[in-house]
């Protein structure tokens, strides 16, 4: 009745997406709900306030509190590129194990969108999270490791690597490919969705994404026989999940031409990456993207952007991916009439028009308004 969410506000236009979606959040569930439930939110400090603090970008406290939770937020933690510190991000889902980014993909009405039919696209992608390029090991051009691990491939494994170039690993194991397409696979049955799609680069790179493509088939064969059924099978039962497989690069054409056809996605943490924002962006952009990391104990919910530190402090961002990553929690807890609240409230926003810079850049003849008054749209239409 009471669950506690302990939440970390973020770098860049963090703060300001806080103030204006926290409110929505609560106000929603005052309103669906007559029983005194209601969210204990609790903070923890990370990025650049943890650092003014106390000296550390990822406190031991606020690991600590994680490591025993079972339900987190976080704005956006800034991650420099080219240098510095590698990521925060990738920091706390490998400490934490959240092995699953999920994120629904699905339409507003009135969005102007880049594609014809964008209201074709209901689609989650489940994005290995913690192996691929977030386990990835790099050593630049032109220094001893990598002259001395191109040395090994040439002396030790008889491969040629051009002496100049820079090097990377990217690890995938079985079991973390496994528990991915096996979480993804779950989800499908439960939510009685169609199918659940592989997409890999298995074609080229044969031992690390064509086996993400293989242990995905050997996953729904073993653990869910009679339930999943490989595609090609179409005389299996209608209440049958089916599982199939796409090439990266062909399932972005897929996706742009055919999006009806795919329901669940899994797919590893590059191509996840990827795939997922191309398909935010036919459906509006990240502005309205929302998503979770999750373990098998904690889901740890967070907006699909960046700090945007071009526009942070100036009321100019779009709260809507925090918001809509809060309701995404509220249905993780059960509390399915509060998010509808959510969700009818931003589809009653966006069909008056009233939208942040993002959005009204993609609609001709809307208000623009700022990331507080947005908000505030929002608490008024959750009465409605």
Same mark, same amino acid.
């Given at each position: 009745? =009471? ?18 979606a926290r409110p929505v959040i609560d106000r929603a569930v005052e309103l669906a709900y007559t029983d005194g439930r209601h969210l204990v939110w609790q903070e923890l400090l990370a990025g650049q306030k943890a650092f003014a ?44 194990? /959240? ?75 079985? #079991?973390?490919?496994?528990? /991915? ?25 044969k031992y690390t994404e064509g086996a993400f493509r293989a242990w995905g088939y050997e996953v729904a064969a073993k653990e869910f026989a009679g339930q999943v059924v490989p595609e090609g099978q179409e005389s299996c039962p209608?209440? #049958? ?24 996605? *899994? ?13 935010? *962006? ?5 502005? /309205? ?24 402090? =100036? ?11 809060? #309701? /995404? ?15 009818? #409230? ?10 942040t810079v993002d959005l009204a850049a993609q609609m001709p003849g809307a208000q623009q308004v700022g990331c507080a008054a947005f908000g505030d749209i929002l608490l008024h239409a959750l009465e409605a």
């Amino acid at each position: 009745m =009471k669950p506690i969410v302990y939440w970390i506000e973020g770098d860049g236009i963090g703060p300001e997406v806080w103030r204006a979606a926290r409110p929505v959040i609560d106000r929603a569930v005052e309103l669906a709900y007559t029983d005194g439930r209601h969210l204990v939110w609790q903070e923890l400090l990370a990025g650049q306030k943890a650092f003014a603090a106390t000296g550390s970008y990822l406190p031991e406290a606020t690991l600590a509190a994680l490591k025993g939770a079972s339900l987190a937020m976080k704005g956006p933690l800034e991650t420099p590129v080219g240098g510095g510190f590698r990521s925060l991000n990738v920091t706390l889902r490998q400490t934490l194990d /959240l092995y699953a980014c999920i994120r629904p993909i699905r339409y507003f009405p009135g969005i102007e969108s880049p594609v014809k039919y964008p209201e074709r696209v209901d689609m989650v992608v489940f994005r290995e999270n913690t192996e691929d390029v977030y386990a990835g090991i790099e050593w630049p051009a032109g220094s001893p490791e990598a002259s001395r691990l191109i040395a090994f491939l040439r002396d030790e494994l008889g491969r040629a690597v051009e002496p100049t170039s820079a090097l990377g690993i990217k690890p995938m194991t079985e #079991a973390g490919c496994k528990r /991915l397409v096996r979480r993804a696979i779950r989800f499908a049955l439960d939510q009685g969705r169609r199918s659940v799609t592989l997409v890999h680069k298995g074609n080229i790179m044969k031992y690390t994404e064509g086996a993400f493509r293989a242990w995905g088939y050997e996953v729904a064969a073993k653990e869910f026989a009679g339930q999943v059924v490989p595609e090609g099978q179409e005389s299996c039962p209608p209440a #049958a999940l089916i599982i199939k497989d796409r090439i990266a690069d062909a399932m972005f054409q897929e996706v742009l031409l055919r999006p009806e056809a795919y329901d669940v996605i *899994a797919t590893t943490n590059l191509n996840g990456d990827y795939l997922s924002d191309a398909l935010a *962006a036919q459906v509006g952009g990240l502005g /309205l993207a929302p998503g979770v990391n999750m373990s098998d104990t904690l889901a740890f919910f967070e907006p699909t952007h960046g700090t945007a530190p071009s526009i942070a402090g =100036k009321d100019l961002a779009n709260p809507g991916s925090l918001i809509l990553s809060g #309701a /995404l929690l509220l249905e993780h807890l059960g509390w399915r009439e509060a998010a509808a609240r959510i969700h009818q #409230a931003v589809a009653q926003a966006i069909r008056q028009r009233t939208v942040t810079v993002d959005l009204a850049a993609q609609m001709p003849g809307a208000q623009q308004v700022g990331c507080a008054a947005f908000g505030d749209i929002l608490l008024h239409a959750l009465e409605a």
